[in-house]
């Protein structure tokens, strides 16, 4: 079975958020149970790019609109990453260095959507299953089973993961003459709200749609920014897989990225040396239990919470904590964060960037690992915490709710919390503290939850089963 995965983001070549992390991690899994899979993702101006060797696989042209533009789909030679990595070249179109973030995001992603389904039409040994992710790549099921160039693929199954439902790419109807000319009676397929919504026509057109987490599925039936009916319209096409990680990238004994390595049973020492380093790097104290939140500073994380909870919580629990926080997003909240730098100079501290090393000590050398998020469809930090000995504090919410016990609980080994407020985080952060006091039971959580089995072995097989139930 050869299994195409189609994604805006694939680590390392190019990575936002968990997009990446998947797209890198679950084709080379896919990989080891015997299938075949690929990975293409649209071309970016980055390191990766320019630091790799490319071969030309396949060329072609298709028309945005009126305008024609000529693509080369370029390999990746050296074979590391555990699979095919394409890379969808359209000069003119895909000049940027990043994924997102431009005036013509819609355009590319279209762009780069058509020349993917172009090239498959092309294909002598066409995949069995093309794996979509997320809006940018949302409208590839419609163009395989609609437009007048492409229906010949419409026996391909097509599965299509939502990662995020909170980006649906919608764009105006007065644009849909830069789709490939379709079948007009299925113009409906392309609409929801009187706008053209790729994540909403994915759902309709595709095989069968999954989401990263099963609770977070439930969820969206709820609550899915005006697609809650669709998505129970169509559940009987519908599955909750939780993610996995990759077990070789986030691995405390073989990390390169970090102080020193450890393992279960070296756990405390291990964990402490890496807490020095990072502790030195930002001026903070090491005999404090140190948290710290990674990740985009955007509502959906709770990023608008940050400088207040830490604040009351650093004051009110008499400054017995530190807190060390990496992320970027809204500059409000990257200002509010640094002005607390000033404030709580020996409890506080941030990195306001991005810095993929830089995450890997903090999972290691952290006390515990803070998710206020108000979404969190999988959650890919808090499996990663896990890995490193590093305890959860999350919200209950998606997938944080399908990967964390609270200590309460028989055998729980994290901290929940219900409400994304000012509050609920200081009164898990009091929790926090409770435990890192008890030395005994710290060690004891951290060695069991090194021990945990979230690597993609088990969910690569529950892909596999997916794509095998789409079979005649
Ligand atoms: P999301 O995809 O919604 O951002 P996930 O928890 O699935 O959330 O994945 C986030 C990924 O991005 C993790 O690999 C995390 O370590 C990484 N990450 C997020 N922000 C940063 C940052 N500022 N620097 C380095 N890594 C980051
Ligand atoms: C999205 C979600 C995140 C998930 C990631 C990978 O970005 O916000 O919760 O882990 O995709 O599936």
Redesign the pocket.
Known sequence: MYILHVSAEC?PAA????????AGALPKYLNKTGATASVVIPHYHNKFFREHSWENVAAGAFYLGTIEYRYNILKERSGMLGFDLFIAEIPGLLDEELPYGYENDMRRHLGFQICVVDWISHQPNKPDVVHCHDHPTGLIPFMMDYCNNYRHLSEIKTVFTI??AQYQGQFGLDKTYLIPPFDEWKRGMLEWNDMVNPLACAIKCCWRFTT?SPSYLAELRQSALGIEQLITDEQQKSRGIL?GIDADVWNAQTDEWIEQTFDAATVTDGKMANKRALCDSFQLNPQLPLIVF???LVG??GGDLLSDALRQTVMRLNREVSFLV???GVSEYENALNALKTDLPENFNC?I????K??HLL?AGADFLL?PSRV?????????ALRYGTIPLVRSTG?LKDTVTDIAEPDGFGIRFEQATVASVDVAVERALTLYRNAPEMEKIRKRIMLFDHSWDHAAYVYLELYRSMEG
């Open positions: 680590y990575k936002v958020g968990g997009l990446g992390d998947v990662h995020s990263v993610n990674i990740g985009r959906d994380k990496l992320g970027s990195y960037g991005y810095h993929e830089l995450a999972y998710m969190e469809p999988c959650g890919l930090n808090q499996l990663y997938g």
